[in-house]
């Protein structure tokens, strides 16, 4: 199963994903890896490993809609059975979409359709919730919409800051991202609900 990853940070999740590649544990290559910025560590961590990476830079264009079509022609080269937004912060237009119809891949860190956008950490927190998590889903137009893949749920302790909170989701997050990215390798096209893990409870 080819992938092409999509970065804006340090691409942490990505980097579990690789070791699990390179562990033998995932049947999946890494075709590509882009960003939407330069100097970001994914991209750094994805030349490291020896994959091929790209920056479609958002500042460069004069246009969202030249950003846009700048970056669906760039994933489409490498002709991906899926794409994976990992930590990639900018929503995509229509048209991306629409060319890898439930195939583009997103992770966030908190339990959708609770707590969307860039600070779901810090709004569960700020809420007062027990618990909270990350989601894999199969991202639409919207933001942090689209169908559910699977969840994993995460306590919230009474001493927890925004900074611990979010350390314990993202090691939850990788774990699910690898899981999701090995089943749908494994039953290329399906929608791979209902499942459970050891340390959480997918949807």
Same mark, same amino acid.
């Given at each position: 199963m080819r992938i092409v990853?999509?970065?804006?940070?340090?691409?942490?999740?990505?980097?579990?994903?690789?070791?699990?590649? =390179?562990?033998?544990?995932l049947p999946v290559e890494i075709a590509a890896v882009g960003a939407?910025? /330069?100097g970001t560590l994914g991209v750094e961590r994805s030349a490291a490993a020896g994959l091929e990476t790209f920056v479609i830079d958002f500042k460069? !264009?004069?246009?969202?809609?030249e950003w846009d079509a700048a970056l669906l022609a760039a994933v489409a080269r490498y002709a991906p059975d899926y794409v994976?937004?990992? =930590?990639?912060?900018?929503?995509?237009?229509?048209?991306?979409?629409?060319? !890898?119809? =439930?195939r583009?891949?997103?992770?966030?860190p908190a339990l959708l359709p609770a707590f /969307? =956008?860039?600070?779901?950490?810090?709004?569960?927190?700020?809420?007062g919730v027990k618990?909270?998590?990350?989601?894999?889903? !199969?991202a639409d137009a919207g933001v942090d919409t689209g169908p559910i893949i699977a969840q994993t749920a995460v306590a919230v302790l009474p001493e927890d800051t925004e900074e611990s909170l979010h350390e314990r989701i993202k090691l939850a997050e990788r774990s699910l991202l690898i899981r999701v990215l090995a089943d749908l390798a494994a039953a290329p096209g399906l929608w791979c609900g209902n499942k459970q893990d050891d340390g959480g409870n997918h949807q």
């Open positions: 990853v999509l970065v804006s940070g340090t691409g942490s999740n990505l980097q579990a994903v690789i070791d699990a590649i =390179g562990a033998g544990r939407d910025r /330069p460069t !264009f004069s246009t969202r809609g994976v937004s990992s =930590g990639f912060m900018r929503i995509v237009a229509a048209d991306f979409i629409d060319a !890898f119809p =439930g583009y891949v997103n992770t966030h /969307p =956008g860039a600070h779901g950490v810090r709004d569960a927190l700020a809420y618990v909270t998590g990350c989601t894999v889903h !199969f």
